[in-house]
């Protein structure tokens, strides 16, 4: 019986390098592939049966990660924000590979999860919508770029409902043709972009309509089905995490911890994770500050620490509603006391 032998790959757009390792750290091959599933196949099965294979989560990984499944690998995908290359004298792929590899077999990697498909194409129509949701902003804000140019002032807080679309119809009599041909581009196309994150919504919430956690963190104060959504997707088995602070330090809400001796120094919340989970646990208190349940913490730690750092600590506490909505389908902190009773 041949013994299990590690295989480390550099995953790039066009072509691959695909070492093989013993496990005794002995480098057995190094190639290089175009990424044919044929070929990456054939070169992964030089390993023989059920190898140790190591990527890194980088883009267009999906394929590979599925493709080497079916042919029954163990899979390990490296969070690139966790490896530390050092100041190495060389930087190579072939480098890269055997550096993963060595790590996967001390057990030093620090490995990221991997969404299973239905995951990963829920993730596809949230983070789109999200970018959709940007790029329209952008356009708004060209309309309210040309206006300003013209010295005009809007006449409502939202330009593009119906009081605004008509100082917007008006206002195209009185300017020069160029600056009309571009606002009426504009219009065009915030209109085709409405029309695509409508399409957008409709088909996440019929993917979600019986996800329970779904439900269960909707209510939640401020957050609604587009939050919500960003947090199932995002976030996917939530029982990856053994604890709400696990979850809230992946989302990267919590602060930086440095320790020496008796010193110790926790500074700004860290910022890694998932950007959109962040972003959307704090936009889901900026408005009503959390609701009944967290208005109050709001307000203490604003007096004491500013509103900023207490609408990120509220954040934090709201995530932690989040966890247990979605690791129990219901947030019992939540119901009302009789239902308690």
Known sequence: MSEREYVGIDLHRRRSVIVRVDRDGKHLST????????????????????????????????????????????????NPSGLNWGNRRVKNDERDALDLVKKLR????????????????????????AKAVRLRSGLK?????????NGILPARVDMFGPGGQAQLDAIGKDLPMNYVIRIESLRDLIEVYDREVTMLEREIHRHLKDHPGYRAIQQIPGVGPTFGAIFVAEIGDVTRFSSAEKLCSWAGLTPRH?????????????????????????????????????????????????????????????????????????IRSLQPAQDAA
């Open 31 to 78: 190639v290089r592939v175009a990424n044919e599933p044929l070929e990456v196949v054939a070169a992964v099965a030089a390993a023989g049966p059920n190898p140790e294979v190591v990527l890194e989560a980088t883009y267009g990984y999906y394929w590979l990660v599925d493709l080497l499944q079916e042919l029954g690998a163990s899979i390990h995908l490296a």
């Open 106 to 129: 001390l057990g030093e990697l620090p490995e990221a999860w991997i969404p299973p498909p239905e995951i990963r194409e829920l993730r596809e129509l949230v983070r789109y919508r």
């Open 141 to 149: 804000a060209q309309v309210h770029a040309v206006m300003a140019k």
């Open 258 to 330: 440095r320790e020496s001796d008796t010193k110790v120094h926790r500074g700004r919340v860290t910022k890694q994770g998932s950007k959109l989970v962040r972003w959307a646990a704090i936009e889901a208190v900026a408005k009503n500050r959390g609701g009944t349940c967290l208005q109050a913490d709001y307000h203490r730690l604003a007096e004491r620490r500013g509103k900023q750092k207490a609408r990120t600590a509220v954040a934090r506490k709201l995530l932690v509603f989040v966890y247990y909505g979605l690791r129990d389908g219901v």
